[in-house]
């Protein structure tokens, strides 16, 4: 379907702009030691102010009223899946990574240490988009695989705190071993592993708002809501990345269409998983033998 012309414009253009310099100005306050926060807390409190400033920005200017966040879904889907996730991926995800990128050397190992922070940062989002966008595809494909991410696509809706609704396998599988993995065998420095953290966190949560939010060219480096929206659309197989576009480009999975979204979210077919709601029933899905199951998304 077609957007109309933004209603309100300064949130659709400057909601993104703020945060990602608001990002940059806590990284290199806290790199330069402007302000006494210790790299951990910083990843904290600008995750919890993004969230913040979307939850905010997608109430006060929503993309489709069908879209928003109800009591019904906060209440019966998302706050139990919330408390699973914040524990496993807002935490312990962050904390694996860091812990990891301190068991390498102060001055790291390896090419990647020799470049400039920045550059070293790049290298890693690109590592760790490639091994998920692999993770990725292949969880759409393969039945087992599916079962627990489905989960995460079960909702026919897109709104900030849904982002946290993932079966934990899919967790443990996707964000903690590969960013265990990438940041241990990168030899990446503390502080570039700190910059990949803060863009990470970024991207997956504003791709992930009900606000008619617009990055224009930006979609094609970086991955936003205007491209992840079509990810959740029933239907699609498009734009696996979660952090950066090349790899949808290079293998032909990217589709940008502005100031178009999709006619319907979620499964395929959603008689085929079970209601996100009943919370023990999505945790115990993987684990359940399937009799005719077929991939869905």
Do not use: C
């Amino acid at each position: 379907m077609e957007l109309r012309t933004p209603a309100r414009p300064v949130l659709t253009y400057g909601t993104y702009p703020f945060l990602a310099a608001l990002t940059g100005a806590v990284a290199w306050a806290t790199l330069t030691r402007r302000v006494p926060l210790t790299t951990d807390a910083a990843v904290g409190l600008l995750a919890l102010t993004t969230v913040a400033v979307a939850f905010a920005v997608e109430r006060a200017n929503p993309l489709l009223d069908r879209w928003r966040m109800t009591k019904d879904s906060l209440v019966g889907r998302d706050l139990p899946f919330i408390g699973l996730s914040f524990v496993t991926e807002q935490i312990a995800a962050l904390g694996v990574a860091l812990a990891a990128v301190r068991l390498v050397p102060d001055g790291g190992f390896g090419p990647v240490a020799a470049l400039p922070v920045v550059a070293q940062a790049a290298v890693v989002l690109l590592a760790l988009d490639l091994l998920w966008y692999g993770y990725h595809r292949a969880a759409h494909t393969l039945p087992r695989l599916w079962r627990a991410h489905g989960v995460h696509h079960s909702p026919s809706q897109v709104y900030v705190l849904m982002h946290l609704v993932f079966h934990p396998i899919d967790l443990l599988a996707s964000r903690f071993l590969m960013a265990l993995v990438v940041f241990r065998l990168s030899g990446a420095t503390p502080g570039a592993a700190f910059l990949a953290v803060l863009v990470l966190n970024l991207q997956q949560t504003i791709s992930h708002v009900n606000s008619d939010i617009r990055t224009g060219p930006l979609n094609y480096l970086l991955v936003g809501a205007e491209t992840h929206r079509w990810h959740h659309g029933a239907g699609e197989r498009v734009n696996y990345g979660s952090v950066v576009a090349v790899w949808d480009l290079v293998f032909r999975t990217f589709v940008h269409t502005p100031r178009r979204v999709p006619d319907a979210l979620g499964l395929d077919d959603p008689a085929s998983f079970p209601d996100p709601r009943g919370f023990r029933a999505a945790l115990a899905w993987p684990f359940r033998r399937a009799v005719g199951q077929q991939v869905a998304q």
